[in-house]
DNA sequence: TCGAAACGATTACGAGTGTAAACAGTGGAC
DNA sequence: GTCCACTGTTTACACTCGTAATCGTTTCGA
């Protein structure tokens, strides 16, 4: 009662993966999604089939029947993925300051240019 | 040869709770972490003792011989942890774009009122 | 109609994690 | 001098994750 209780069903690097795949296109069959995937990641069909049925069991992707094989899509939509992950972070690492994150990423000297006018456009578009 | 090769001693989430208590203060004896770190998460001092074995193995914190026990230190810095696991953050989900996780917090309305006042003062100092 | 290909389901297995109990050595109190 | 408390070490165990192989079934081509 712990790790699980903890962490109900956090979505890994690898199941992470396939999502990607979903999210950029669905629905689609395990065959497609290995297709997609498995090519940069060296996966075998196999691997692709169990992590899809992982992610059923995790409720982040549906499986529809299609004759004798099943079309996935995703369940939970990338934006909330994320947002779930970033704010994870911010609590962990940042107290739940969003703005000690921000300046860390400054500090540390993560923001190129391009990222700081980036976001100075963003902060006046908030400001309004 | 894959999660260890392509997750070379990562810093888990009960061993960051050790590690926390550490980059408090330090240097502290296993009772001490427990007396600190246990107290909130509920943990018997035999979990800590494995924890810190377990930080001692990946080179994450020292332990120096004082008398018949150890006393722990930190050795990587909280701030290359935190830079580690930002930048993985943003790579895994923002595609290594900084600028793209602040797009994102701020269209979560996860930024605060004084999230983005703290942010525009950073911004003016990152200008000059 | 018969065998091969394609599918999902089941099983596997080592490494990492959370959580701890059991064990062994030792130094201090009495 | 003896025993207890404290310390680190070893062992444990269930669960997750990465990565598959195998199995059982079904369908399609020959």
Redesign the pocket.
């Known amino acids: 009662m ?3 209780t ?2 109900p069903d ?1 979505i ?4 992470q993966a396939v999502m990607e795949a979903l999210w950029t296109r669905s629905p689609l ?3 497609e999604v290995a297709d997609t995937v498995g090519e940069d ?4 069909l ?2 692709v ?3 899809l ?2 992610l059923v069991g995790k409720n982040a992707i549906a499986a529809e029947p299609d ?4 079309l996935y899509s995703p369940v939970i939509a990338r934006a909330d993925f994320v947002g779930h992950e970033s704010r994870r972070l911010v609590d962990r690492l940042f107290g739940g300051k969003a703005a000690s994150l921000f300046a860390h990423l400054a500090e540390a000297e993560a923001l190129s240019d391009t990222d700081i006018e980036e976001i100075e456009v963003l902060l006046r578009e908030l400001r309004k």
């Not at 890994?12 to 199941?15: H, K, L, P, R, V």
């Not at 990641?41 to 075998?44: A, E, I, K, Q």
Request: glycine share 8%.
């Open positions: 712990s790790k699980q903890a962490n956090r890994s690097d690898a199941e069959t395990a065959a990641r060296g996966w075998s196999a691997t089939k169990t992590l049925s992982r004759g004798r094989r099943f």
